[in-house]
């Protein structure tokens, strides 16, 4: 060997053993006979051993004999002789130090000057974490897609993109879809673009980066084979524990027919409530007939006869659009009759105005009809008498106050006279008043001393609960 | 006084709504049904006010279907809906824009306001 030659090896081994040591993977050197010359920090780090217990070990023999496997062999003995390199080669082996492990290993010959015989780098990583988390996840996709094949909603597994990563059974049967014609196409691309609605897309797009969940968005069109459906789509984001990447769980529930029995049970409330109508439309238009040859001085009475019976008709309409179910929202429901007496009794042009206020409280529909009764009566009172000018303000208001409920109709008109009272038409209105109040088996509470116009509170005696509380 | 259309096709309420219209010193013409109406409206009369009922024999949104053709025969027409259903808002949204609705059953106080309400608008 020349002392060129010779310089240039010493350079050599020293950059490479620099290079060696800092490489994360595990690294060995073998020579042609397959033993052991070096290995660095990783490899003696990763397999428990140390440089006494290795070089110039063979490297079947290293370790008892642990790497003695047959894979192995088939590489050094059978590939490397007849290739400059191998990469990826997995080797899965029982190492009795650390246990089972999945290894893929490089090999590469190297030949460095002068020397012919050339020795092998073998590159070692250890992958049986990476392997393992796939195999879970392999497993994981199978028990999701046995789960999701069991439910009878058809469904899909969305990617943040809205690709389809999985579909139901049920969804390719019902949709008419083989599974291959998901694979990478996005929802909305399905069918005939049934899916393909803007708001139901503003929302998906919402679902995985804001985690906001889809409840109930109804889609109603013509499905090829299906006819004319109705279906309610659920979205959620659904996340593995320990795994960063998050999908979206996209249902479709069929409520073709729960929608027709609803639209049905509409029309049989439509048809009976316009009938119904008609009919108090018929009883009011006798009062007016009436009305029309009775002396002056008993036509008030008609007339408020006539607008009782279209009060109870209206409170029907609203304790319908209030309801809760089984209660009614109190506050919704002054709002509306405090709409439907400035419609009826004021009109557009009127400078008196009805205001509501009133904490959210339910009551029950039994109740419901006497309660707006009592305001309506109230309010038309002072309607009618508070405001000779035709200017003013009236007030319904309702709280909660310890275990009962205070309803106040205040006026800011001219306030009542003791001898107002006393008066027929009111008197009846006052009497009426009283038997509503009753009814409800509350009380009413003496004006108060000071202020002007006229002040009524009544407290009811828990038949209101807050809104939300659970029905019993 | 205004020529006011009735088109109800309840005759009983049709007659008393005319009766009660006649008391306030308007004139009044009346139909049972859509076709009957628009034959009115074809006509060379003058109606200032159409008062119509929204389910008009069975026909669900007749009296809408009605007010649409009415005001495109004549513009300057007044509407003046009623009905016995609840209105709903997709009721609402066939509804001929700034004209109004009495909900049945109405008192002839409320006919009266909404009457000049429409008619001085």
């Known amino acids: 060997m020349s002392d060129n030659v010779r310089r240039e090896k010493a350079v050599y081994d020293i950059v490479a053993s620099d290079i060696v040591e800092t490489v994360p993977s595990a690294l060995i050197v073998l020579d042609r006979n397959l033993n052991i010359t070096s290995a660095n920090r990783a490899f003696y780090q990763t397999f428990r051993t140390s440089a006494d217990e290795t070089e110039g070990c063979h ?6 004999r642990q790497w003695d496997i047959p894979s192995l062999r088939t590489l050094l003995e059978s590939v490397i ?10 080797v899965e082996h029982d190492f009795p130090t650390i246990g089972r492990r999945t290894m893929l290993v490089n090999a590469r010959k190297i030949f460095r000057p002068g020397d012919h015989d050339g020795f092998i780098l073998l590159a070692i990583e250890d992958v049986s974490e990476e392997r393992a988390a796939r ?27 809205m690709t389809i990563v999985t579909a139901s059974k049920a969804f390719l049967t019902i949709f008419g879809i083989t599974e291959a014609e998901t694979h990478g ?12 609605v803007p708001a139901l897309r503003h929302l998906m797009e919402k679902v995985l980066p804001e985690n ?127 709409k439907t007496m400035s419609a009826s009794l004021l009109g557009n042009a009127s400078d008196i ?13 039994d109740r419901a009809v006497p309660f707006g009764l009592l305001v309506n009566e109230l309010a038309t009172n002072a309607i009618k008498h508070a405001f000779p000018d035709g200017k003013g303000r009236v007030v319904l208001s309702v709280e909660q106050v310890g275990d009962q409920i205070e309803l106040t109709v205040a006026d800011d008109g001219v306030g009542m ?37 006229t002040i009524v509170r009544i407290r009811i005696p828990l038949l209101l609960v807050p809104s939300g509380t659970p029905s019993p | 006084m205004a020529v006011i259309l009735i088109v109800e096709d309840d005759m009983f309420i049709r007659e008393l709504t005319e009766m009660l219209i006649q008391d306030w010193g308007h004139l009044t013409f009346s139909a049972g049904d859509a076709d009957e109406a628009l034959s009115l409206l074809r006509s060379p009369q003058h109606i200032d006010l ?33 009905t016995g259903n609840f209105v709903t808002d997709g009721m609402k949204a066939e509804f001929v824009e700034g004209m109004h609705c009495l909900r049945k059953p109405y008192t002839p106080n409320q006919l009266q306001h909404s009457f000049e309400d429409l008619l001085a608008a």
């Open chain 1, 353 to 365: 105005e009805i205001k509501v206020k009133a904490e959210s409280l339910d009551i029950d529909p």
């Open chain 1, 59 to 64: 490297i079947y023999d290293l370790g008892n």
């Open chain 1, 135 to 161: 195999a879970e996840s392999k497993r994981n996709l199978q028990v999701t897609q046995s789960i999701v094949d069991t439910i009878r909603d058809p469904l899909v597994v969305l990617e943040h993109d």
């Open chain 1, 212 to 338: 906001k969940p889809i409840e109930d968005f109804e889609i109603e069109d013509d499905f090829p084979g299906l006819g004319r459906r109705v279906f309610n789509l659920n979205a959620r984001k659904i996340s593995q524990p320990g795994n960063h990447t998050s999908r979206m769980l996209l249902v479709f529930e069929d409520i073709t027919d729960r929608k027709q029995r609803e639209r049905d049970a509409l029309s049989l409330t439509n048809e009976i409530s316009h009938r119904i109508k008609n009919n108090l439309q018929v009883i009011v238009g006798l009062i007016a007939y009436e009305a029309r040859s009775t002396a002056q001085p008993f036509v008030q009475g008609y007339k408020a006869m006539q607008a009782r019976i279209a009060a109870i008709a209206q409170l029907y309409d609203l304790i319908s659009q209030s309801s809760h179910g089984r209660t009614i929202a109190v506050d919704a429901y002054l709002r509306e009759i405090a």
């Open chain 2, 50 to 82: 159409l008062f119509t009922d929204i389910n008009l024999k069975g026909v669900v949104l007749g009296g809408c279907d009605l007010a649409h053709q009415s005001v495109k025969l004549r513009p300057q027409l007044r509407v003046l809906y009623t």
């Open chain 1, 417 to 453: 006279k003791d001898k107002d009272a006393a008066k027929t038409p009111e008197k009846r209105g006052s009497d009426y008043v009283a038997i509503f109040v009753r009814q409800l088996g509350g009380t009413i509470l003496s004006p108060p001393s000071e202020g002007t116009g």
């Open chain 1, 81 to 90: 002789p007849h290739r400059a390199s191998v990469e990826g080669f997995e």
């Open chain 1, 185 to 196: 196409r996005r929802v909305f691309e399905l069918g005939q673009h049934q899916w393909d």
